[in-house]
């Protein structure tokens, strides 16, 4: 069964930078799909970034701005977050799936999110 728990969200300031760890345990890690949702307060969920083998995939808000990574040989998927606005406050949620997917629906598995508020 594949855990996922994230970590490095916090309170910055818009146009400043944050790192999201997520550490996934489970036999699946290499060829699951990761991805990274975001739930702002009476919103759904909204798909941010996804890492499958050697692609990635943004939403369109933050294209250019965010960067997914993962280290195979750590178990663990980065989001590199810059140039933040206070529109990207919200809870960020790591997700694994089988395949690559934008819908949070086709999620197998999410961790228990990291709180990101970014202050005008």
């Known amino acids: 069964q594949v855990q996922l728990v994230e970590s490095g969200g916090g309170l910055v300031q818009a146009g400043g930078s944050l790192r999201l760890s997520c550490a996934v345990s489970?036999?699946?890690?290499?060829?699951?799909?990761i991805s990274w949702f975001r739930q702002a307060p009476g919103k759904e969920r909204e798909f941010v970034a996804g890492s499958r083998w050697s692609s990635t995939y943004y939403g369109d808000s933050v294209q250019d701005r965010f960067t997914i990574s993962r280290d195979n040989a750590k178990n663990t998927v980065y989001l590199q977050m810059n140039s933040l606005k206070p529109e990207d406050t919200g809870v960020y949620l790591c997700?694994?799936?089988?395949?690559?997917?934008?819908?949070?629906?086709?999620?197998?598995?999410w961790g228990q999110g990291t709180q990101v508020t970014v202050s005008s």
């Open positions: 489970g036999p699946t890690f290499t060829g699951s799909a």
């Open positions: 997700a694994e799936s089988p395949m690559m997917t934008r819908r949070a629906t086709d999620i197998r598995t």
